[in-house]
């Protein structure tokens, strides 16, 4: 492998950037219109256009992007997140053309790219699953299984993730809107309609295993992280480790990540995501994202270790040291995720860059694909920047938080860096006695 091409944009295009150029590898870029002079194109090698703003007209064509890695003879293609890194169709592709694929094998991404299928799949592993439901045929179905199961309930897209899609439903009323409301998004974002049926746990905390599937079929644990602080069931605010859990909890939930991972033969990063339920202290499985996550900056910083670089080495057929990969990770790390956008109704708000000036310190990492001149578009994600921070123990590293986002300057689009001193000054945050529900609480 000699070049890596990133079927991507933005923070996460730039963040795998840096991992390519450490390892020598050529770092070959794509772009849409709107990127033309985006960061990530800045910083690769080479960059090919495949297509005009819109991520269906780009960066989500996948016969433009692959016709992109040919023209520019990349060896390998490492999706990052989002658009096309779930994508069972695009991967194959990818193998097909002769391409390295830096991401599992298409056999977990099919498992797990359905969630009732993985759900089915996780229950034969003796893995613990939320209640709930297959997928859903029409409204006297979905209230018949809701009567059945009891309210509130959540209507899930059976593909895709992220939190898109997600609706709570506490009455039959409710859920005809949920039902609408979701089928919607999830054609719109996943090519799909079809939905099903959770259990909604009003009192949880949600709870991942990072996991590195080696190529010698042993399942590595890199560490758990906290992702409890969501809008919209998107999160926000993301801590490693969950400093909630007993050592016999931690030692079960690895034991549940594991099991997960090893039922689908799983290779590369992945990351199971699991609720805790508050009042009975038992975890569930809600999905596997067979991808990098955006929070994974947090367990790099606890556990020292690179995952991108792990995910290289594994999509280049070494074989990693799983004792080094799972020694015990140092301190706790924080990541705030910048958005373009107002911080209390968390509408999006765009536009030009014209002050960009990020904190500096041992203590931070900040991973950004923009700067000072650039654009924050409305055709993508509003995420400017990831905020993180690594100290001794979660009270200093809150407070380093909330010392950084004072110092962050950022004029022109709207951001949502208030956001963090109004977290940090909510006493159920501040002594970790909180839920998911804690945003809705403080707006």
């Not at 309609?193 to 990072?210: M, N, P, W």
């Not at 960009?356 to 400017?384: E, Q």
């Amino acid at each position: 492998m000699k070049s890596v091409l990133i079927a991507n944009r933005g923070e996460i295009a730039c963040r795998i950037f840096r991992t390519c150029e450490a390892l020598g590898l050529e770092k070959l870029a794509v772009y849409s219109d709107a990127d033309a002079e985006g960061q990530h194109v800045r910083m690769a090698d080479r960059a090919v256009r495949i297509g005009e703003g819109p991520p269906t007209a780009s960066y989500l064509n996948t016969a433009a992007v692959l016709d992109a890695a040919e023209a520019l003879g990349a060896d390998a293609i490492h999706p990052g997140y989002g658009f096309l890194s779930e994508n069972v169709e695009f991967a194959a592709a990818v193998l097909k053309a002769g391409h390295i694929w830096i991401g599992p094998g298409i056999h977990a991404m099919e498992a797990m790219s359905q969630k009732v299928r993985a759900r089915e799949l996780m229950r034969a592993a003796g893995v613990p699953v939320v209640p709930g439901s297959e997928a859903l045929g029409e409204i006297d179905d979905a209230l018949r299984r809701a009567a059945s199961m009891g309210y509130p309930v959540m209507v899930k897209a059976a593909s895709g993730g992220g939190g898109i899609g997600m609706s709570i439903a506490h009455t039959p009323d409710d859920l005809t809107a949920a039902l609408e409301t979701t089928r919607s998004r999830a054609q719109r974002f996943f090519a799909g309609d079809a939905v099903y049926l959770e259990k909604y746990i009003s009192r949880a905390r949600h709870v991942e295993v990072q996991v590195l599937g080696l190529n010698s079929g042993a399942i590595a644990v890199v560490g758990d992280r906290d992702c409890s602080v969501q809008r919209r069931h998107q999160k926000v605010l993301e801590e490693a480790p969950c400093s909630i859990l007993t050592s016999d909890e931690r030692t079960r939930l690895y034991e549940i990540a594991r099991a997960a991972a090893a039922q689908v033969q799983y290779r590369g990063a992945g990351t199971i995501e699991m609720i805790l339920d508050l009042d009975s202290r038992d975890f569930y499985f809600l999905e596997m994202n067979t991808r990098l996550q955006v929070e994974h900056p947090v367990t790099e910083l606890v556990s020292g270790l690179d995952l991108v670089e792990a995910q290289i080495r594994i999509a280049a057929g070494e074989d990693l040291d799983q004792d080094l990969l799972e020694q015990a990770g140092r301190g706790h790390a924080i990541e705030f995720r910048v958005y373009a956008e107002d911080p209390v109704r968390f509408l999006p708000g765009p536009g030009r860059i014209s002050r960009w000036d990020p904190p500096t310190g041992p203590h931070l990492r900040i991973d950004s694909g923009y700067a000072r001149g650039d654009t924050v578009s409305t055709f993508y994600d509003p995420l400017m920047a990831k905020l993180c921070v690594h100290a001794p123990d979660r009270v200093t590293a809150l407070e380093q938080l909330t010392a950084a986002a004072s110092a962050f300057k950022i004029e022109g689009p709207k951001n949502n860096l208030d956001l963090v001193r109004r977290l940090v000054d909510q006493p159920q945050f501040a002594a970790n006695d909180h839920d998911t529900n804690l945003l809705g609480q403080i707006s």
